[in-house]
């Protein structure tokens, strides 16, 4: 291979990588260029495509760019997350948040970068516990994410032993099912009466406008911003705060609290704002 063949593969895969960018958000700079195709190369083996290059060739070259978009995407998202990550903002929940609710309409929660929907169902978790302490109290919760793939297991809401290795005995003995796969390995899947209420949706945060409803008591806006440029990370931040209603609270990643740099915020704790009236 030449040179000028490999110059070739870098600029189409520079190409691609701005457009992932454009569409998506997520910083894609040189210096991860091992990980940008060790991610490309899933979808080489699940095409069953000869290489890297022929790859890129038949996305950028030859018209497969609009039906590969949305795989490149689920394989460009980071999508680490635990159950009860970063658990302080959880007891903030309880110890701060939910005593100033007024009674009488229910509590509303959306998890804005939800991955596979760990972080929605330790919410319902915590919440279901307050309702037990509360007669009265009801509340729904929607997580929202780029990638269709992990959407599509947060929906399932099950999950492998070491993934739930983070939720406390009491918490897996009330809330998660034991069950196996196929070939007898354990899984948990959680109670119905959670998912019941916690919805999921594919979205992009992005977008102009977000079909998620406004005068949300609490988001969760959590180790997303960290890929996003500070242009990005400012619209997004302005943007799900316009969801929040007047006194309601936003969550970000540990690592992301001097982003949240809102005129509407007042920082109340380590990454936990309010949105002020
Ligand atoms: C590292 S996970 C964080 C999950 C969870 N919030 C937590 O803190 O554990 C980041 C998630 O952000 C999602 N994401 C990245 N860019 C996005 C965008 N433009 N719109 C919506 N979600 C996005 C990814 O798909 C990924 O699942």
New binding site residues.
């Given amino acids: 291979m030449t040179t000028g063949t490999l110059e070739a593969d870098r600029v189409l895969q520079k190409k691609l990588c701005e457009i992932v960018t454009s569409k998506?958000?997520?910083q894609l700079p040189e210096n991860k260029r091992t990980m940008i195709e060790g991610r490309l190369r899933k979808r080489v083996r699940a095409l069953g495509v000869r290489d890297l290059r022929t790859y890129l060739s038949m996305v950028m070259n030859d018209g497969m760019l609009e039906t590969e978009l949305p795989h490149i995407i689920n394989v460009m998202?980071?999508?680490?997350?635990?159950f009860f990550?970063?658990d302080a903002h959880f007891d903030y929940l309880v110890r701060n948040v939910l005593p100033e609710h007024a009674a009488g309409r229910p509590f509303k929660v959306w998890?804005?970068?939800?991955?596979?929907g760990?972080?929605a169902y330790t919410t319902a978790m915590v919440l279901n516990e307050h309702a037990k302490r509360k007669p009265g109290f009801t509340y729904s919760i929607i997580g929202?994410?780029?990638?269709t793939e992990?959407v599509r297991k947060a929906r399932k809401g099950i999950y492998t032993p070491e993934e739930i290795v983070d939720v406390p005995d009491d918490m897996q003995a009330l809330y998660l099912e034991q069950g196996h796969d196929s070939v007898g390995r354990p899984l948990s899947r959680v109670v119905k009466q959670l998912r019941d209420r916690v919805g999921f949706a594919q979205?992009?945060?992005?977008d102009k406008v977000y079909p998620v409803e406004k005068n949300l008591d609490v988001v969760?806006?959590?180790?997303?911003l960290i890929?996003?440029d500070e242009v990005t990370q400012r619209q997004?931040v302005s943007s799900v705060t316009d969801h929040l209603k007047p006194g309601g609270y936003l969550f970000v990643?540990h690592s992301e609290t001097s982003v949240a740099s809102d005129p509407r915020l007042v920082q109340k704790s380590a990454a936990v704002f309010r949105k002020e009236a």
């Fill in positions: 998506t958000g997520i998202t980071t999508n680490k997350t635990d990550r970063e998890s804005a970068a939800s991955s596979s760990e972080e929202t994410d780029l990638s992990v979205m992009n945060l992005m969760f806006l959590r180790n997303v890929y996003f997004v990643g």
